[in-house]
Every structure is written in structure tokens, then in C-alpha cells.
């Protein structure tokens, strides 16, 4: 049994009252090249900047046209993907309106068919979507400043740290070397004296010690090489011995890592374990690394108290922001998992590639 055929309706809302409200265009088309109207809802007018009335007649404007040129072949597949399965579509494009100005639109329909299944027209909604364009603009170039931001402030972290090191190997620890080679040459005249004398030269040999542990904790020479598990052995026995936290150590490393790298993982590392230090309330906390040919993959998790990372303080939440925006520099990405009570873990995983071509200094 054959249905039967309606007249057409013009493309105009025969329902004024309940439509004029709706901020959407509502439309039922033909599924033909052109979508031709049959009805369209007054938001027509606020959306293409023309009358619903330049939607008929012989001279009518069919919507399809006023989709952007760059935009419509990609409209017209995923609007023919759903027919062909009989599903709703979701396509987004530009419009060009009446005046010029281009409009981001989100549609959504579906297909009507008979009781054979032949398709008789479309039907669904258009929504302008152009704000929301606008904000995930500025979202994503906010997120490209903060990147570029942390990129000028790990190259900037990374120079002055090589500037103290420098600094205290070559000249405070000469300085104290040769004082200590000084004071070793006075026997003083006293027994009084004499005791000053050691007193002194003890607690320049501690200064020169206590010199180059700093050298070694700023940056252990074997970072050169990128070999990071020595690296992590001394920042256990710092954090072990200045801060009481043990800390477990699993590092697999199938061959050295890039120097960058291999920099990146020790520095974030001892970041994340000062934060587990002041916030986590917890003398325990574990390090993971392991590598392939392909990806590096840093985990440091802790037992503590936990917090949730909606609500973190904007001050304690800043470090993490900032090493997030930096191992995304590194193409990178950062898990944070965390709930009260829970403790935290936090994942990074930086590809194996050459960051200093890519022009990025931790």
C-alpha cells in the first residue's frame, strides 16, 4: 500500500506562536544536491540573513548554496553516510550569510522514509555555533601561550641552574679548596690556636661537601650521558636523608636516553616528589620509568591524603600546570589521578624523539 503524497508545505512556520521562540532553525528538506526547502522556522532570517520567503518560488535560495564552498563536500558525504544507513547526521560547517559574514552551524537530522524504505525528505535542526567557535579559538591560542610560556620558563630554569653549577664548581668550590690548602699549612702557635685552625678547615672541607652535593642534586653529570637511573639513586638518598620520604625506585631503561630527556625526567621527577614532600602527608612514595624505541613513560605515585584535582588551591595547582605545558612542549601528555583520601599518581608519557630539534630546552 502506497502512501500517500502531501502537499508541500511552504517554507515558512505555520506555527508562529511556538516557534518564534525557538532560537534554532527547525527545516524539512529534500535529500536532493540542493536540499530544497519544504519548511523552514522564522530563525531562518536571524541565521542566513535572509526572509524564509527567498526560500521559494521559481527563484529560490536553496540552503545547500549558502554552505561555504570549502565545507560542502564534506556536508553533502556525511549527510549521505547517514541516509545510506538510516542514521541520525551530525555535520558541522560554515554558512555565508546575506551580508557576507561566515556562520559556524552545527545540523542535525535524520532521514523520513516509507513503509518501503524509500527516502521521501530530511528533517532536523540547525544551531549557530559561531560563539562557541570563537571561545575554542581563544581556549586553544590561551593554551598555545601557556605552552610557549612554560617552553621560555624550562629554557630559562634550565640555564640558571647550569649558571649555579657552574658557579659552584668553578669558583666557590676553587675558593674553598684553596682556603682549606691554606689553613692545612698553619699549625698556630697555641695549642688554642692550633684548635681554631682545625675548627676552621672542618668546617671549610664541610662547605666544599655540601658544595658538591648541591652540584650533584642540581645536576648529576650522568644526565649528560643520559643515564637517569644514577640520577634517581641520588635523588632518593636526597629526599631519603633531607626529608625523611622513602621513595621506591623501578626504572628499565633499554639504552641511554636522549640528554633533554633524560634532563625533563629527573627534573619533573624531584618536582612531583617535593609536592608528595609538602602536600601528601606521607613518608612513602614509588617511582616508575620504563622505555622502548618509541615512548618514555614516568609514573610517581604516592599513599597519602589525596585531593581532588577540581578543586586543587590555584597556588599548589600551578606547579602541575606548568609541567603539564611543558611536557605537552615535549608532544607529551600528563594523567593526573587523585581523589581525598586516595592519594595521587601522575603519569607522563614524552615520545622518543629529538627535542632540542624541535626547539625545546627543559
Known amino acids: 500500500m502506497k502512501r500517500k503524497q502531501t502537499k508541500s508545505r511552504p517554507p515558512s512556520s505555520t506555527q508562529p506562536g511556538l516557534l518564534d521562540s525557538v532560537p534554532a532553525l527547525i527545516y524539512r528538506a529534500t535529500a536532493d544536491s540542493n536540499w530544497m526547502a519544504h519548511f523552514l522556522s522564522p530563525a531562518v532570517e536571524a541565521l542566513t540573513g535572509y526572509p524564509p520567503e527567498r526560500f521559494?518560488?521559481?527563484?529560490?535560495?536553496?540552503?545547500?548554496?549558502?554552505?561555504?564552498p570549502d565545507d560542502q563536500a564534506a556536508a553533502r558525504r556525511g549527510l549521505d553516510e547517514a541516509i545510506t544507513q538510516k542514521t541520525d547526521y551530525h555535520n558541522e560547517f560554515r554558512i555565508i550569510r546575506a551580508d557576507g559574514e561566515i556562520r559556524h552551524v552545527h545540523d542535525h537530522g535524520h532521514g523520513t522514509y516509507d513503509e518501503q524504505g524509500n527516502l521521501l525528505h530530511v528533517e532536523?535542526?540547525?544551531?549557530?555555533?559561531?560563539?562557541?567557535?570563537?571561545?575554542?579559538?581563544?581556549?586553544?591560542?590561551?593554551?598555545?601561550?601557556l605552552r610557549e610560556l612554560a617552553r621560555a620558563l624550562g629554557t630559562a630554569e634550565e640555564r640558571?641552574?647550569?649558571?649555579?653549577?657552574?658557579?659552584?664548581?668553578?669558583?666557590?668550590?676553587?675558593?674553598?679548596?684553596?682556603?682549606?690548602?691554606?689553613?692545612?699549612?698553619?699549625?698556630?702557635?697555641?695549642?688554642?690556636?692550633?684548635?681554631?685552625?682545625?675548627?676552621?678547615?672542618?668546617?671549610?672541607?664541610?662547605?666544599?661537601?655540601?658544595?658538591?652535593?648541591?652540584v650533584h642534586t642540581l645536576q648529576p653529570p650522568s644526565l649528560e650521558q643520559g643515564e637517569i637511573e644514577p640520577a634517581f639513586d641520588r635523588l632518593k638518598d636526597w629526599f631519603r636523608d633531607h626529608y625523611g620520604l622513602q621513595v621506591e625506585v623501578t626504572a628499565a631503561t633499554?639504552?641511554?636516553?636522549?640528554?633533554?630527556?633524560a634532563d625533563f625526567c629527573f627534573q619533573?621527577?624531584?618536582?612531583?616528589?617535593?609536592?608528595?614532600?609538602?602536600?601528601?602527608?606521607t613518608e612513602q612514595a614509588a617511582l616508575h620509568l620504563e622505555t622502548d624505541d618509541q615512548r618514555i613513560c614516568l609514573t610517581v605515585t604516592d599513599h597519602g591524603k589525596g585531593f581532588d584535582p577540581d578543586r586543587q588551591p590555584s597556588g599548589e595547582s600551578f606547579g602541575l600546570a606548568t609541567l603539564q605545558a611543558r611536557t605537552e612542549a615535549l608532544r607529551g601528555t600528563m594523567t593526573l589521578t587523585s581523589a581525598p583520601g586516595a592519594g595521587t599518581r601522575v603519569q607522563l608519557v614524552?615520545?622518543?624523539?629529538?627535542?632540542?630539534?624541535?626547539?625545546?630546552?627543559?
Do not use: W
Not at 521559494?56 to 548554496?65: C, L, M, N, R, Y
Not at 689553613?183 to 671549610?204: D, F, I, P
Not at 619533573?268 to 602527608?281: D, G, P, Q, S, V
Not at 624523539?353 to 630546552?361: K, S
Open 268 to 281: 619533573a621527577t624531584r618536582e612531583l616528589l617535593f609536592n608528595i614532600f609538602k602536600h601528601a602527608e
Open 254 to 261: 633499554a639504552r641511554p636516553l636522549p640528554a633533554t630527556l
Open 350 to 362: 614524552i615520545p622518543m624523539t629529538d627535542q632540542v630539534e624541535a626547539g625545546y630546552r627543559v
Open 124 to 145: 532536523g535542526v540547525v544551531v549557530d555555533v559561531s560563539e562557541t567557535h570563537r571561545l575554542n579559538r581563544e581556549l586553544a591560542q590561551q593554551s598555545a601561550n
Open 160 to 214: 640558571i641552574r647550569h649558571h649555579v653549577t657552574d658557579v659552584l664548581h668553578e669558583d666557590l668550590q676553587q675558593v674553598l679548596v684553596a682556603c682549606s690548602l691554606q689553613l692545612s699549612m698553619m699549625k698556630g702557635e697555641t695549642a688554642e690556636e692550633a684548635e681554631h685552625v682545625a675548627k676552621a678547615k672542618g668546617l671549610l672541607d664541610n662547605a666544599l661537601r655540601v658544595s658538591r652535593q648541591l
Open 56 to 68: 521559494q518560488g521559481p527563484d529560490a535560495i536553496h540552503f545547500f548554496h549558502l554552505v561555504h
